[in-house]
T-cell receptor
Framework: GAGVSQSPSNKVTEKGKDVELRCDPISGHTALYWYRQRLGQGLEFLIYFQGNSAPDKSGLPSDRFSAERTGESVSTLTIQRTQQEDSAVYLC??????????FGQGTRLTVV | QKEVEQDPGPLSVPEGAIVSLNCTYSNSAFQYFMWYRQYSRKGPELLMYTYSSGNKEDGRFTAQVDKSSKYISLFIRDSQPSDSATYLCAMKTGGFKTIFGAGTRLFVKA
């Protein structure tokens, strides 16, 4: 596609429920990144994929968070048993090797 | 110590002022340097992308990299209210992983 696409754009969920966030990177981009941005805060690195593997998942906050990528394309970020502190905007970005990252518009997650 | 340090601001300037935004970093292996602009409730968009030391100009924006001091800057000339946003610096060694600063909130008053 023309840009990085994320869905849903907004998600409201009840505490304790599981959620799945989806990212469609720019076609041909081998690297894909997930970041979290709390209200008024900077970007918090979660995980990045090189192809289908995840060389660095050091930013995942707990074992409730997981991510996968299939076919060097779509990625899903799953949050299990959501907590209120998980409320944030989840941003996805993609890039080629040695080039800049392009961001999607984010998924705004609200846990009530 | 964080790999990339950026003052979160907020920074408030009058319209027409020259704005200077800065980041420092600790990893001397960083080679690629970027500045992103993020409007409220939007994803970050790339403004400037530079490799190694030196200056790069694009319209009212100038990116400056000083690798010896591990210091990068973004200058905005003739600032406009529409420049009000959060500005994030970012850098990478090569390869894939990009490290972001926390972002500086800028307000340009009409």
């Amino acid at each position: 596609g023309a840009g990085v696409s994320q869905s849903p754009s907004n998600k409201v969920t009840e505490k304790g429920k599981d959620v799945e966030l989806r990212c469609d990177p720019i076609s041909g981009h081998t690297a894909l990144y997930w970041y979290r941005q709390r209200l008024g805060q900077g970007l918090e690195f979660l995980i990045y994929f090189q192809g289908n593997s995840a060389p660095d998942k050091s930013g995942l906050p707990s074992d409730r968070f997981s991510a996968e990528r299939t076919g060097e394309s779509v990625s899903t970020l799953t949050i299990q048993r959501t907590q209120q502190e998980d409320s944030a905007v989840y941003l996805c970005a993609s890039s080629l090797y040695n080039t800049e990252a392009f961001f999607g518009q984010g998924t705004r997650l609200t846990v009530v | 110590q964080k790999e990339v340090e950026q003052d979160p601001g907020p920074l408030s300037v009058p319209e027409g002022a020259i704005v200077s935004l800065n980041c420092t970093y600790s990893n001397s292996a960083f080679q690629y340097f970027m500045w992103y602009r993020q409007y409220s409730r939007k994803g970050p968009e790339l403004l400037m992308y530079t490799y190694s030391s030196g200056n790069k100009e694009d319209g009212r924006f100038t990116a400056q990299v000083d690798k010896s001091s591990k210091y990068i800057s973004l200058f905005i000339r003739d600032s406009q209210p529409s420049d009000s946003a959060t500005y994030l610096c970012a850098m990478k060694t090569g390869g894939f992983k990009t490290i972001f600063g926390a972002g500086t909130r800028l307000f340009v008053k009409a």
